[in-house]
């Protein structure tokens, strides 16, 4: 199978004077490397496309794909990760993660909360600051965590988002609301512990891979699993697997809001306990970062015993069947 390969390679975006958390979500060389080995290894061939103007010019110059396997972040707005899998049905050429819809509606963590609550998924209350004048409806008890609405990488996330009082609600809405350019998501601050759930497969066919722990070391920014942390979660961040008890709660819920959505192939679903244990989904993520071992699904897989190209063939499987099946392609 000829497989082509989308993604954004950080250093072109840096070299083209983009800033380093502007192309944070960006990939590195040996990630791409490590990709393109894995699938090769399953016995096929790759062609390394790129981003989505490579992909708009080889697709101009008549090249095709059997399938392709797409990791393009996309640079902006909401539906930014949905552009690549947009063009790509456009050309009806078969591809891994999720579809157009759901990248866009997945990325947007508010609209993701208001269809996971109606659809019985535990997730908290939340109020969506759009300019300065909504901070005067957010009416929900203190602490409240505050983030971008549609970031990733935890963009926007800092040891101060976390606020206690109306003050400090405001200055970091505002913070946000000029760095990024985009709606602020408020939500009660989850004080219990944090568990990250990986998910390959689709539909029915979805499992849960299993479940990490996120525990921030002494040197790590306070109270979440911030932008800084994660840049530098080697030393920030100790991901052990969950407890027998933690992971039986979290996965039946992170594969409930995963479904839900209608996400696809594989992915993660982050988790946090509130002060009474009940565990509340935070955020779906249907386009997982895949560097072999400082991205938390492969990490997670490395520590359950899956070996990386494991990882990628499930995937590229799970993508295949809507190949041979392309009636059930949108959810299934």
């Not at 759901?102 to 998924?121: C, E, Q």
């Amino acid at each position: 199978m000829l497989v082509g390969f989308t993604y954004d390679l950080r250093a072109e975006y840096l070299a083209a004077g983009y800033g380093e958390e502007e192309t944070a979500e960006f990939d590195r060389p040996d990630t791409i490397d490590a990709i393109a080995g894995a699938i090769e290894q399953l016995g096929h061939r790759v062609d390394r496309i790129g981003h989505i103007r490579q992909l708009v010019a080889r697709l101009a110059r008549g090249d095709r794909w059997d399938i392709v396997f797409n990791i393009t972040e996309g640079l902006r707005g909401f539906g930014r990760e949905a552009q690549v899998p947009a063009i790509l049905e456009a050309y009806d050429i078969p591809y891994t993660f999720s579809d157009p819809l759901v990248m866009s509606l997945s990325l947007h963590k508010a609209l993701t909360k208001r269809i996971l609550r109606d659809s019985g998924v535990a997730t908290t209350d939340f109020r969506l600051v759009e300019s300065e004048a909504d901070l005067e409806r957010v009416d929900l008890p203190f602490p409240l965590f505050v983030k971008p609405v549609a970031e990733g990488t935890a963009k926007g996330i800092t040891g101060q988002s976390r606020v206690t009082t109306r003050a400090e609600l405001a200055g970091q809405c505002r913070r946000i609301l000029a760095e990024h350019r985009q709606p602020v998501l408020v939500e009660p601050f989850l004080a219990g512990r944090e568990f990250t759930v990986g998910v390959t497969g689709t539909g029915p066919d979805a499992v849960a891979v299993g479940t990490l722990e996120v525990i921030l070391t002494d040197k790590a920014e306070a109270h979440a699993h911030t932008y800084v942390n994660k840049e530098h979660c080697e030393e920030m961040v100790r991901y052990p697997l969950a407890d027998r008890a933690s992971a039986a709660a979290a996965e039946p819920l992170a594969l409930a809001a995963w479904r839900v959505l209608g996400c696809r192939d594989g992915g993660r679903v982050d988790l946090r306990a509130d002060e009474q244990d009940r565990l509340q989904v935070m955020e779906v993520n249907p386009l997982p970062g895949l560097h072999p071992t400082h991205s938390d699904l492969p990490i997670l897989c490395t520590a359950v015993g899956l070996p990386y190209v494991e990882l990628i063939r499930r995937i590229l499987e799970s993508a295949a069947k809507r190949v041979a099946n392309p009636a059930g392609a949108a959810r299934s």
